[in-house]
């Protein structure tokens, strides 16, 4: 028996279909059911590929018992936070106010009249046990203090509205703009410095800001060039990359980079292959940095990419190793036997796989080997012939295929006929931040490397997220295989238009200039739409939902943290620097500088929280114009210059080579290629903190 989320569009929402909770979906007729039978909401928020999410699903969201009470006392409601991100930024803080962290799955109950919060938590297993209540003992405890203690929840949800609201207002601080884009700098280099402990997360706008302080001449305490070579070798090289098809895990659960946490989401290997081609363009020249945006590429073109040109969101951590399992197990799709490898392997494979990887009879992984290098020198050719039958053996097919198809859930995963292993199952939806993110990082390692691949795959996507997901006027957010859904938050605004730039950038080797000026305009155009309904007048900065798609929220947040993803906010005002130099419209500037000061108290206070607001800082700061014919910008496509904009022109003063403008002013005509670069060069740290 299925209940009503057997007809969703999510497949994280889908994989709870078989619950014997009767599950809403987050829409008004839950909302007001609810408030009609004095029932508080359940809310359940969690993602396709997170692993405690399945976990739960299959344990206490399938128990017959709870789902008794449940449906009884409660009003049951699943979110995906990948379909309503501005509703898992809310109900994700109040949680954390609550019980100082958070974590999904974020379950969380709210009062049906305000929709105001008053307990939650992440994991609740059926039976007493990791230190955690049993889940029914929490809804009865839960329905009991909701019926009685009246007064403590009217007190209590007061504090946490009053909490949540205080913490959406900003104040502005004095600090120098100097002294806090070097305090961003050293602080955010210090996040992501080596550690012997803990988990290890990409943590990529945090890499980009350090990067980014490489051009300055700070003697603090790390060294930030050796800091971002290491981070960037570290995923070149570490277990959390998939050596042998391609793509970046989600995280390692150890310090040294080696077992990771499985699931590949495609936010993190855009993020991760922009930064890369940017530390190659800064002089961190590693053939395996090469080598692995090279196989995420091929990895997003056989396995990530609808046959309409956009990226699937995300592939799970878990498969089945046996049609007849139940339940997946991690990691299963990825990791090798000793004796599996022994098998697939001539001996003299094995012993150069055994050098150059850390492949050991024991392994590192529950008896499994989940390959690390060792080196980031280029691999042999029989090694690499070696690491092909690897793929062949998991995928059932020569690494020269051009699409493996996903499954799309556990069914199709354990009943279609694979050649090889049972694969993981693939989220399919298609989200316009996520692309983005991606198209950047595509347009990056083109304009760094030249591979025309990379730049072919890239347009395919824009141009399928321009024909597609405006509907009545208004861009969305999502689209299910030809279904646009949910309108668009203000990460899909600015990660879209920050792409949008990207491509112009890079599209402009052609001596036709409407090609490369088609980019900037649909920039410019949607950069008005997002003016129009997510700007905040009054404040300053952007709220993260529409004004006109927002009534169902206790608060209307402004996003400036940065966590798995660049906050929309940091990106948008960085964006509207980079609009102001090609336009030459400084209303643009002026807005860039209202959002610095709206979130200048956060940046001063915490500065760790927000990296990719001092890259906006930084583009304010060192903004710097480059004219000149293509050709001679192709020239600079692979050069690390982060707060240059190139524009092309076709006519030049005589005997000039380009222009170069700072900010406001242009530097006087350079004449030859050592002049050019001395003087882009001197621009962009003249606002050195």
Known sequence: MTNRLAQAQSLYLRKHAENPIDWWNWCDEALEKAKAENKPIFLSIGYSSCHWCTVMEGEAFSDAAIAEYMNAHFVPIKVDREERPDLDSIYMQALQMMVGQGGWPLNIFIAPDDLVPFYGGTYFPVEPRYGRP?????????????????????????????????????????????????????????????????????????????????????????????????????????????????????????????????????YDNGQIVEYLANLWSAGVQEPAIERAIALTVQWLKQEMTAPEGYFYAAQDADSFTHPNETEPEEGAFYVWSYSELQQILSPAELAELEQQFTVTPQGNFEGQNVLQRRHSDQLSESLEQ???????????????????????????????????????????????????????????????????????????????????????????????????????QSEDYALFIKALLDLHQVTQEEDEPTAWRFWLEKAIALQAEFDEYLWSLELGGYYNTASDASRDLIVRERSYADNATPAANGVAIANLVRLALLTEDLSYLDKAEQGLQAFSSIMDSAPQACPSLFSALDWYRNCTLIRSIPKQLESLLGEYLPTSVLTAVIDLPANALALVCQGLSCLPPTSSQTELLEQVWQSQVRGEG
């Open 134 to 266: 049993g889940f029914l003992q929490i809804l009865q405890a839960i329905r009991r203090y909701y019926d009685t203690e009246k007064q403590d929840l009217l007190a209590r949800k007061a504090a946490i509205l009053e909490a949540i609201q205080k913490s959406a207002v900003l104040p502005k601080t004095q600090e120098s703009a100097e002294d806090l884009l070097r305090k961003g700098i050293e602080t955010n280099t210090g996040v992501i410095t080596p550690h012997d402990y803990g988990t290890q997360f990409p943590m990529i706008p945090y890499a980009e800001l350090a990067l980014r302080g490489t051009r300055f001449n700070y003697s603090g305490r790390y060294d930030i060039k050796q800091v971002c070579q290491e981070r960037g070798l570290d995923l070149a090289t570490g277990g959390i990359y998939d050596h042998v098809g391609g793509g970046f895990h989600r995280y390692t659960v150890d310090p040294t980079w080696t077992v990771p946490h499985f699931e590949k989401m495609l």
């Open 386 to 488: 070696a690491l092909s039958k690897l793929f062949t053996v998991r995928y059932g097919a020569a690494p020269s295929l051009n699409v493996f198809p996903p499954a799309r859930n556990n069914q199709e995963a354990k009943t279609q006929n694979w050649s090889g292993r049972i694969p993981i199952v693939t989220d399919t939806k298609m989200i316009v931040a996520w692309n983005s993110l991606m198209i950047s990082g595509l347009a990056r390692a083109y304009g760094v490397f030249k591979k025309s691949e990379y730049l072919e795959v890239a347009l395919k996507a824009a141009h399928f997220i321009l024909n597609h997901q405006h509907v009545n006027g208004r861009f969305h957010r999502l689209n299910y295989e030809g279904q646009t859904s949910t309108i668009a």
